[in-house]
């Protein structure tokens, strides 16, 4: 089968399923995970930077795949090199965000993949002007 049909046939199958989860309570973490998975195979990767999570900001919680840990969510507001907004949700695996600094984060669509810690010297003129417009 070609690519393109095997991923329409994905998306299909998980744009219910995460309309579902997004909509209920008590998903436990897969809304998040369902909504990853659709963005890691549709949507293009890209580099947002936006200032680290507040601690106490998370939009929910789960309990780790352990069942001892808990991981924190967070939805970030940061910008593309070129000043594009963008909002993204990020995890905070075992632990809550430190609350200070810049990350770094490459995304799909709306989900952060990776992130790490920056300094601002390394955050692009066009994100600082955009988040200090829209803190």
């Known amino acids: 089968m070609m690519p393109s049909v095997v991923r329409a046939r994905a998306a299909v199958l998980l744009l219910p399923t995460l309309l579902a989860c997004t909509l209920l309570t008590g998903c436990n973490g897969w809304g998040v995970a369902i909504s990853s998975v659709f963005d890691r195979l549709f949507m293009?990767?890209?580099?947002?930077?936006?200032?680290?999570?507040?601690?106490?900001?998370?939009?929910?919680?789960?309990?780790?795949?352990?069942?001892?840990?808990?991981?924190?969510?967070?939805?970030?507001?940061?910008?593309?090199?070129?000043?594009?907004?963008?909002?993204?949700?990020?995890?905070?695996?075992?632990?809550?965000?430190?609350?200070?600094g810049w990350l770094e984060i490459e995304a799909h669509g709306r989900t952060g993949d990776h992130y790490r810690s920056v300094d601002a010297s390394d955050v692009p003129d066009a994100v600082m002007d955009v988040l200090e417009e829209n803190p």
């Open 44 to 100: 293009p990767e890209e580099t947002v930077w936006a200032h680290a999570p507040k601690p106490e900001s998370y939009t929910e919680t789960y309990t780790d795949a352990t069942g001892t840990g808990t991981n924190y969510v967070y939805r970030v507001q940061g910008a593309t090199a070129d000043g594009t907004p963008a909002e993204i949700t990020i995890i905070w695996y075992g632990r809550k965000a430190p609350g200070d």
